[in-house]
């Protein structure tokens, strides 16, 4: 199942990340965590967590080692997503899931750990992250929790500039991590009403074609329709799917089996 969840975030400054007071700070986002009544309204206050802190970009996915490898296309399970779209449609057309150097890391550590600092990285995983940089994910954190079966819930941020107190920053992002993670398994439940949606023949091939990497204009041509079309099918399928962009709405329809790109 996936609950995504995306929203402009004000743009994160460039200065070096101001740590809020610690206790204050902490106590305020574990109640909030704690009093959230459904997914979403957990997910809003991790992202206003998030830009507290300064991280202007950020994904939360489960995967595990066998998905990668054997059904790459299907590995992830999104729970929320705020990164540049067209990072996004990039990432998934070259199938960087796989060579991401930052999901291997995730699979060995048990700590969060800095972009900069995995080690050994092939030619491949250093262009994935060359090519985040130029998408604007200038540098970033992750922190993986192992769960049963060897899954791993793996929540990544991406900001301008990082505090010199690293140590302090690792321990406030475990903190609000780990307290995710217990408060969304105590939340989540079957998405049935994903299960009623009817997606008409040409909403599922223009999401299809969207999850592929193309365009409206791309779409439109390889359907034989209008771009003004392929945009009104789009919509009509964020609109069912409940998400604000068609490439959310590509990844929960793909994610829920209603698409098969």
């Known amino acids: 199942m996936a609950y995504i969840l995306r929203r402009q975030f004000p743009k994160a400054s460039r200065t070096a990340l101001e740590i809020p007071n610690r206790p204050s700070w902490t106590h305020s986002f574990i109640t909030a965590f704690s009093r959230a009544h459904d997914p979403a309204s957990l997910i809003k206050s991790f992202e206003e967590a998030a830009h507290r802190l300064g991280f202007s970009h950020y994904?939360?996915?489960?995967?595990?080692?066998?998905?990668?490898?054997?059904?790459?296309?299907?590995?992830?399970?999104?729970?929320?997503?705020?990164?540049?779209?067209?990072?996004?449609?990039?990432?998934?057309?070259?199938?960087?899931?796989?060579?991401?150097?930052?999901?291997r890391a995730a699979l060995v550590r048990t700590v969060p750990y800095?972009?900069?600092?995995i080690a050994n990285l092939s030619t491949l995983e250093r262009r994935v992250l060359d090519e985040a940089r130029d998408a604007g994910l200038s540098d970033g954190m992750s922190i993986p929790i192992h769960e049963p079966m060897g899954r791993v819930l793996l929540f990544s941020l991406s900001s301008d500039a990082f505090t010199a107190d690293a140590e302090s920053m690792y321990q406030r992002l475990y903190l609000l991590s780990t307290q995710f993670h217990l408060q969304f398994e105590r939340l989540k439940a079957p998405l049935t009403a994903i299960a009623q949606i009817q997606l008409t023949q040409r909403e599922r091939d223009c999401l299809t074609w969207t999850a592929r990497g193309k365009s409206s204009w791309?779409?439109?041509?390889?359907?034989?329709?209008?771009?003004?079309?392929?945009?009104?099918?789009?919509?009509?399928?964020?609109e069912k799917l409940h998400t604000h962009s068609r490439v959310e709405a590509a990844v929960r329809a793909a994610t829920k089996a209603l698409i098969w790109p």
Do not use: C
């Not at 800095?114 to 600092?117: A, G, H, Q």
């Not at 945009?231 to 399928?237: E, P, Q, V």
């Open 59 to 103: 994904v939360i996915a489960k995967f595990s080692r066998a998905e990668l490898i054997q059904q790459p296309d299907e590995s992830f399970e999104i729970i929320s997503i705020h990164y540049p779209e067209q990072w996004v449609q990039h990432y998934q057309r070259n199938n960087y899931a796989v060579i991401d150097p930052v999901h």
């Open 218 to 238: 791309d779409i439109g041509r390889l359907m034989g329709i209008s771009e003004h079309t392929v945009n009104y099918h789009l919509k009509r399928a964020m």
């Open 114 to 117: 800095r972009w900069r600092d």
